[in-house]
């Protein structure tokens, strides 16, 4: 039938999505990839040479992954076939295996795209060894996870990791244009929506295209402004996974902005997050561990914020308790930053299990027991309520381990008065030796 039905023309009448009717015909028409296509680039190279190794493209949706797979095949003269890791299993693929064998027997080469490779399991993804190693297929994949992350290390070795761009406003304008010349029309906004429309589209040309599509196919009787053009074709959410590895480059995002004292930043990566769905406590969770790590006793009340934040959430929820968490987040990203109190804890707890057989010194033993006494347990010890300074100087390590220094404060924040107190007892512990 279909056969019959593209015989007679009427294919070309079909209605077709403007992203398939603009779809790049050569290399040259991808759009934001150059740094993949250029003379001197790897695909440009490949191609140069009539030489095409097995690849994985990772990057956004809609950067143009599967386009740059069919021209690598139509450039080689390779049978280009295409299968989805959502849509496909062992079967599947053993029947891709099968065919590409009988066509290499030909001398027909066989490009395999696999669309979202990393949602094959580790067993499926090692069935594409054998056929990679001896030239049964060139396998391109597609991902818009990490794929250290998401691909095991035996096939991940045989392929060559290429990173795909997320499109520009630049990019996104050449694509509209293309649109438009293509439709023979100008899109019917104005300049401040298209530059919405632009946001909309959030780095992914197909469904920017998409949204042109919508818009070319409705009349409109006056231009559409930005709160028009929004309420047209109302809002995308934002492009977030709470399980993938956006997840954790945003949160990242947050801590190290909130690290650098850069509140601004820090507030954007939070309002990214909750608007992407992000469950609050899991920010306020990090916020209250920055809190410690980040920031300590050079301003003790940071931690108490974190947690007054943490409670207020708990009592009044999403959205109105969302403010406290940015509160929170403000207080933080202006707070005086020290790590003193982590790196003392992670000396200190080295140490720790090198030592962790050492007993206390017996001068700061209970003795609860005449027995105990006897054995000396609290002989000497000094009680520093008593002494002229409230300080005894006395020595509280374990006799073999040499008296350290873990905590060093900083000079900023309350840990500069702080540091004036450990400067002072550590005098009085020197005179009172001498």
């Keep these: 039938m279909s056969d019959l039905f593209t015989s007679a023309g009427l294919e070309q009448d079909a209605p077709r999505p403007l992203a398939d009717k603009l779809r790049p015909k050569t290399m040259d028409e991808v759009v934001g990839q150059d740094h993949l296509i250029g003379p001197d680039a790897p695909l440009g190279r490949m191609l140069s040479a009539g030489r095409l190794t097995s690849l994985v493209f990772w990057g956004p949706p809609g950067t143009g992954k599967t386009t740059m797979a069919r021209l690598l095949a139509q450039s080689t003269d390779l049978y280009f076939e295409q299968i989805s890791?959502?849509?496909?299993?062992?079967?599947?693929?053993?029947?891709?295996?099968?065919?590409?064998?009988?066509?290499?027997?030909?001398?027909?080469?066989?490009?395999?795209?696999?669309d979202e490779i990393h949602r094959f399991n580790r067993s499926q993804q090692d069935g594409f060894l054998p056929y990679v190693e001896d030239g049964t297929i060139i396998l391109v994949g597609a991902t818009t996870e990490n794929p250290s992350f998401e691909l095991n290390a035996a096939l991940l070795s045989r392929l060559q990791v290429l990173t795909l761009n997320r499109l520009d406003d630049a990019n996104l304008e050449e694509l509209l244009n293309r649109a438009e010349k293509l439709e023979g029309k100008k899109l019917p906004v104005s300049d401040e929506a298209r530059a919405i429309l632009y946001g909309m589209a959030d780095g992914d040309g197909r469904y920017l295209l998409n949204l042109t599509d919508i818009l070319l196919g409705l009349e409109f009787k006056e231009t559409l402004d930005a709160a028009a053009l929004v309420k047209v074709l109302q809002k995308r959410a934002p492009v977030y996974d709470k399980d993938r590895e956006g997840h954790y480059n945003l949160i990242s995002a947050l801590h190290k902005s909130l690290r650098g004292s850069d509140t601004d930043a820090a507030l954007y990566w939070t309002a990214r997050m909750l608007a992407?769905?992000?469950?609050?406590?899991?920010?306020?969770?990090r916020l209250v561990r920055f809190a410690s790590e980040d920031i300590g006793l050079a301003d003790p009340n940071a931690l108490v914020q974190t947690l007054a934040a943490k409670g207020a959430y708990d009592f009044l929820g999403s959205p109105e308790g969302d403010l406290h968490v940015a509160q929170a987040v403000i207080y933080l990203g202006t707070a005086p930053k020290s790590n003193a109190t982590y790196k003392a804890y992670k000396v200190a707890t080295k140490r720790a299990k090198e030592t962790g057989s050492l007993n206390p010194p017996m001068h700061i033993l209970n003795a609860p027991t005449k027995m105990m006494k006897e054995m000396g347990y609290g002989k000497d010890y000094a009680y520093d309520h008593d002494t002229e300074h409230g300080f005894s100087g006395q020595d509280y390590f374990p006799d073999d381990l040499k008296r350290e220094e873990f905590y060093r404060p900083q000079e900023r924040g309350f840990e500069r008065e702080i540091k004036k107190r450990l400067?002072?007892?550590?005098?009085?512990?020197?005179?009172l030796k001498d």
């Design 85 to 114: 890791a959502v849509f496909s299993g062992v079967t599947d693929l053993r029947k891709c295996f099968e065919a590409a064998a009988g066509r290499r027997k030909t001398g027909k080469g066989t490009l395999l795209f696999v």
């Design 276 to 285: 992407g769905g992000e469950d609050p406590l899991y920010i306020l969770r």
């Design 423 to 431: 400067d002072y007892w550590e005098k009085l512990r020197t005179d």
